[in-house]
C-alpha cells in the first residue's frame, strides 16, 4: 500500500513509517521539522519538508495518490495551546482539513493520532471508555476533538473512510527530550545528563503509559482495516509522576531527590484509558509493561548518548 505519513519524522511517525517499510509498503513523509528531526526519518522513505498548512502538502497527497493518510503531525504542546490558542488551531484544525480535503479528493483512508489523556480531561470512570463524555481541557484537546468531529462529518458527507486513535501517554526510543509532553524521555535525558529533574506540582497526578512499539501496531492495524473507532490506545494502568520518577532512576541506577516546579495550566489530573473496544475490534492488547518499556528506552538513551558523541547519527 501506499501510505503518507504526516509528523514522520517525529517520534511516533518514524517508528510507525519503520514499520509500514518493513511490512512491505511504500512510504511518503510529510514534516516541516518543526519537532522532528531528519536523522528519524527511514531513508527508505520519499520525505518533503512542508507545513500542513501550505497547499503544498495537500497537493503532495494528490498526485501521489496515497491508499492512507496517517496523520501524526501536530501542534502537540498542551501548555503551547493554552498560550497561544490560534496557533494551535491553525496547524491542528486548519492544517489537518487541508489534509482531509487531498484525502477526500483521491480517497484515501484517513488515520488520526487522537489523545485520549488530554481529551476526557477531568473523567468520572477511570480507566475511560470510549462512550464517557469528552471534557477538554486545553485548547489542545478542543482541536483534537475536533478533528475527530470533522471525520465523523466527512464519514457520514462523504463516505471518507478513517480510524481515530486516541493514545494514552506514549513513550520510548527518539521522543524529544527537550519539548514538555514526553514525561520519560525528560527523565531519562536529565539524569543521563546529571541535571537536576522537576516534578510539576506535586507528582500525585497519573497518566497511562503506553510503549511507542505498542502504538505503532495499533496504527498497522487500524490501517488495515474499515473499523472507525475512535479507539483508546493505552494499558489502563496509572502511574503517577512520583512513581515514574523510582522507576526511572532505578534504570540510570540514580539516587536523586526531584525538584518541585508549579503546576501547569491545562494539565488532568487522573488519566488511564480502558483498552476493551480496540481489543474486540482489532485484537489489540498492549504488549510492554511500562518496566520493560522504560528498559528499552533507558537502554537507548544509553546508545544513542554514546553514539553522539562518537558521530553516528541515526539508530
Ligand atoms: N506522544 C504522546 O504521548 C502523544 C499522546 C497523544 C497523542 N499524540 C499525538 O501523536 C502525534 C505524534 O506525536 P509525537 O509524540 O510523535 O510528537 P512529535 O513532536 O515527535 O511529532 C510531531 C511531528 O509533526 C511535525 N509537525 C509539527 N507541526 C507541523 C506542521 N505544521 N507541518 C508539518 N509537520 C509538522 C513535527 O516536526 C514532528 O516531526 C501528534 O499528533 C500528537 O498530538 C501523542
Known amino acids: 500500500m501506499r501510505v503518507v505519513v504526516t509528523g514522520g519524522a517525529g517520534f511516533i511517525g518514524s517508528h510507525l513509517v519503520d514499520a509500514l517499510l518493513a511490512t512491505g509498503h511504500e512510504v511518503m513523509v510529510i514534516d516541516d521539522l518543526s519537532t ?3 536523522g528519524n526519518v527511514n531513508p527508505a522513505a520519499a520525505f518533503r519538508q512542508l507545513d500542513i498548512r501550505i497547499p503544498a502538502a495537500g497537493e503532495v497527497i494528490r498526485r501521489w495518490r496515497p491508499e492512507v493518510v496517517s496523520h501524526h503531525a501536530a501542534q502537540m504542546s498542551v501548555s503551547r495551546s493554552v498560550r497561544e490558542p490560534l496557533l494551535d ?3 491542528n484544525l486548519h492544517g489537518s482539513l487541508l489534509l482531509l480535503e ?7 483512508r484517513f488515520v488520526f493520532a487522537s489523545s485520549g489523556g488530554a481529551l476526557y480531561g477531568h473523567a468520572d470512570v ?3 471508555d470510549e462512550d464517557q463524555p469528552p471534557r477538554p481541557v486545553s485548547p489542545y484537546a478542543v482541536s483534537k476533538l475536533a478533528f475527530e ?18 493514545y494514552a501517554n506514549v513513550y520510548g526510543p527518539r521522543q524529544n527530550p527537550h519539548g514538555e509532553a514526553g514525561v520519560v524521555a525528560l527523565f531519562c535525558k536529565a539524569l543521563m545528563d546529571g541535571r537536576p529533574v522537576v516534578i510539576n506540582g506535586d507528582g500525585c497526578y497519573t497518566r497511562d503509559y503506553v510503549y511507542v512499539d505498542d502504538v505503532v501496531r ?7 482495516s474499515h473499523a472507525t473507532g475512535p479507539f483508546n490506545v493505552g494499558t489502563g494502568r496509572q502511574v503517577d509522576v512520583n512513581q515514574l520518577f523510582q522507576l526511572v532512576s532505578t534504570e540510570f541506577g540514580a539516587a536523586v ?12 489530573r487522573a488519566s488511564a484509558l480502558n483498552c476493551e473496544r480496540i481489543a474486540k475490534a482489532l485484537g489489540w492488547r498492549p504488549r510492554i509493561t511500562l518496566e520493560a518499556g522504560l528498559r528499552r528506552t533507558a537502554e537507548w538513551v544509553r546508545e544513542h548518548a554514546s553514539a553522539a558523541a562518537g558521530g553516528v547519527d541515526r539508530s
Open 126 to 128: 477511570l480507566p475511560t
Open 218 to 224: 495499533a496504527n498497522l492495524l487500524a490501517l488495515n
Open 89 to 91: 488551531a491553525d496547524i
Open 36 to 38: 522532528g528531526d531528519l
Open 257 to 268: 531527590e526531584p525538584t518541585r516546579g508549579p503546576p501547569r495550566p491545562g494539565d488532568v
Open 102 to 108: 487531498a484525502a477526500r479528493d483521491v480517497g484515501a
Open 149 to 166: 468531529h470533522y471525520l465523523g462529518c466527512y464519514g457520514a458527507l462523504h463516505a471518507l473512510s478513517h480510524a481515530v486513535l486516541r
